[in-house]
């Protein structure tokens, strides 16, 4: 089996930062691309950044030259580094990873539970 552990969401004011980060462990064979996605209540669950693959590091445009992903591939971990959050910007957070296992050589998506970010305004 294959997990997705977030951590480091919260509450802060709008202007400040967060670091989220997530750890994938498990039966994995290759991890592809792993990234973040977002959804605010009533919203349907957007992209927000990933890393990986063909297209290195893609950003949504609405977090473009605000946050940063990164990737430590030696760990499974990526981390969503989130400068000047705005009230916008709250919603729950889920890690991605995209990745074949030594039983499904197909690459699949994977998700983790969520972590909650609130910016105050």
């Known amino acids: 089996q294959v997990q997705l552990v977030e951590s480091g969401g919260g509450l802060v004011q709008a202007g400040g930062s967060l670091r989220l980060s997530c750890v994938a462990s498990g039966s994995i064979l290759r991890i592809n691309s792993m990234g973040w996605y977002r959804q605010a209540p009533g919203n349907e669950r957007e992209l927000v950044a990933t890393?990986?693959?063909?297209?290195?590091?893609n950003y949504a445009e609405s977090v473009k030259g605000r946050f940063t992903v990164s990737r430590d591939n030696a760990k499974n971990i990526v981390y969503l580094q989130m400068n000047s959050l705005k009230s916008e910007d709250t919603a729950v957070y889920y890690c991605n990873a995209f990745l074949t296992t030594p039983t499904k050589w197909i690459p699949s998506n994977y998700w983790g539970q969520g972590t909650q970010v609130t910016v105050s305004s």
């Open positions: 890393v990986g693959g063909a297209s290195g590091t």
